[in-house]
């Protein structure tokens, strides 16, 4: 999930308070144990959506970035392990804008804590890059020169392949959730009539979806990020680094593509139409699926509601990325 405005490319906008299950005292307590003996305080920041983050201080060294995921439908501590490993070992192997987790004195880069693990990487000064479409020239060619070197190297051991996330039963399954009214919170009657007014759309969207998925499997795939939006990234003085490297898996590499494509660099990274509207409608319905499971349950109206409702609207009424009879191509 995203933080409207950002570009859609999977699943981040901004969790604006810290975990129930999960306190700064425990979180500390982790991070002494497994990474930093020093560490001295730790502060929840408000940044990305669907994992918590905070800042590590650390006695007289460098901080670091610690990082709770939750286990549940998108992961577990075996397909976080295999993403985290793979990244490890891109950076290792010399791609110097993968921002990878730090392994613990135990040579883990996962702790399991509360609903899910803890994970830190290094602190990076820097700024993100935006929160949408690359807005210059400069920072697409980065972007290209990087995932291009990303996508040509040998995949790292162990890396998960990509499958569909969304199955074809998802109209009927937002169909039969929207039959009675969500009296859940003041965002459920509003998003459960935004989606019921958007179900053969919706069908439709799934239904092409399943059919590109099929044919991406005759496509060349690669080592691939998952999450190359540009809040996902950091302008540094060393240059971009990449962040947020949960969703590492082999995949055609169109599902990195999506922030250049937005920004009208489609023709010039040979994006396949095809896997475009792939990984658009990918992102759509997991979205819609994700945000309606979400105000079909309690929720008090949190600022993290209103982002999520408004993230539901512009999913269920957006245009595509990218339409092939009017191919995108600035920076020839």
């Known amino acids: 999930m995203r933080h409207p405005g ?40 408000a940044v990305g959506f ?11 060294g460098p901080r670091l970035f610690a990082t709770y995921d939750r286990f549940g439908k998108r992961h577990s501590l075996e397909s976080l392990t295999a993403a985290y490993t793979g990244a490890r070992q891109l950076a290792e192997n010399g791609l110097e804008f993968v921002l990878a987790p730090l392994p613990t004195h135990a040579g883990r880069l996962l702790v399991p804590v509360a609903a899910g693990a803890l994970s830190c990487s290094p602190w990076v000064d820097g700024r993100v890059v935006g929160e949408g479409p ?11 020169a990087d995932l291009a070197r990303l996508h040509a190297v040998d995949p790292p051991v162990g890396v998960l392949s990509w499958s569909p996330v969304v199955g074809s039963g998802v109209g009927d399954r937002l169909a039969g959730l929207v039959t ?18 958007r179900l053969t759309e919706i069908e439709g969207w799934a239904a092409r979806y399943l059919v590109l998925a099929e044919a991406a499997a005759d496509r060349r795939w690669v080592i691939t990020h998952g999450e190359t939006h540009t809040r ?33 660099y489609g ?13 658009d409608l990918e992102w759509r319905l997991a979205e819609i699926a994700d945000y309606a499971d979400w105000f079909a349950s309690p929720h008090t109206g949190t600022a993290d509601d209103r982002i999520a409702h408004g993230g539901l609207l512009e999913e269920l009424h957006r245009g595509p990325w990218w339409s092939p009879a009017r191919p995108s191509g600035a920076a020839t």
């Open 180 to 197: 009675s009214a969500w009296t859940t919170g003041p965002y459920g009657e509003s998003a459960r009539r935004a989606i019921a007014g």
């Open 6 to 45: 950002e570009p859609t490319t999977t699943n981040v906008s901004t969790v604006h308070e810290a975990p129930p299950e999960l306190t700064d005292v425990e979180v500390l307590a982790v991070v002494r144990a497994a990474w930093r003996v020093d560490a001295t305080r730790v502060e929840h920041l």
């Open 50 to 60: 669907g994992a918590h983050h905070w800042r590590v201080d650390v006695g007289d």
């Open 134 to 144: 690359i807005g210059d020239p400069e920072t697409a060619a980065a972007n290209i």
């Open 267 to 279: 023709v010039r990274v040979n994006a396949d139409p095809a896997m475009v509207e792939l990984f």
């Open 232 to 264: 996902n990234q950091l302008m540094t003085p060393d240059g971009i680094r990449f962040v947020d490297w949960e969703s590492v898996k082999l995949a055609p590499r169109e599902r990195d593509l999506s922030t250049l494509v937005q920004a009208g």
